[in-house]
């Protein structure tokens, strides 16, 4: 697409969709990093449904690991991949704590770091909880992306870094719910 279309392309999703919101539900910055985490290769039905009655009881790293990966484990395990999700989501928890005094660090690089994060997620948070204007590459997005010509590429890093660069900025925040709900 060219910068015209590219203009119009968002304006039309804008119009459609002013103030698009994510999907899963959360109380606070971890319970959003949580939600995502689970979210990998699930539903954010599966994960609200799951998170539901978790949230409630463990909102923050010190509650997660007083509830334990077995308690966890019991909370998630209609969530696919849930083992592994909920070792990630103790060891996150314990390195937030240690490392971070239990606060969600708000940069890239910090996020990846911690175990069951990767770009997608990072930039979910840093969007949804520090209102920066990232923009999140999933299925859908990268989907989009391609059969569209917004921003074509063999990789999510490659689709993210094109429409990073094409994106005009006053469609930035908003970009990756746009694209993520017109995918799906």
Partial sequence: MNKSAIEIFYRK?????????????YVNPYTLLVAVVLSAQATDVSVNKATKN??????????????????????????????????????????????????????????????????????????????????????????IANRTGLAAGNTPLEVEKKLEKITPNKFKYHAHHWLILHGR
């Fill in 13 to 25: 999703l804008k119009n459609a969709n002013p103030n698009p919101k994510g999907e899963l539900n």
């Fill in 54 to 143: 978790l949230f409630k009881i463990a909102r923050t790293p010190d509650q997660m690991l007083d509830l334990g990966e077995t308690n966890l484990k019991n909370h998630i395990k209609t969530i696919g991949l849930y083992n592994s999700k909920a070792k990630n989501i103790i060891k996150l928890s314990h390195m937030l704590k240690t490392k971070h005094g239990s606060i969600i660090p708000g940069d890239l690089e910090s996020l990846q770091q911690l175990p069951g994060v990767g770009r997608k997620t990072a930039n979910v948070v840093l969007n949804m909880a520090f209102g920066l204007p990232t923009i999140a590459v999933d299925t859908h997005v990268f989907r």
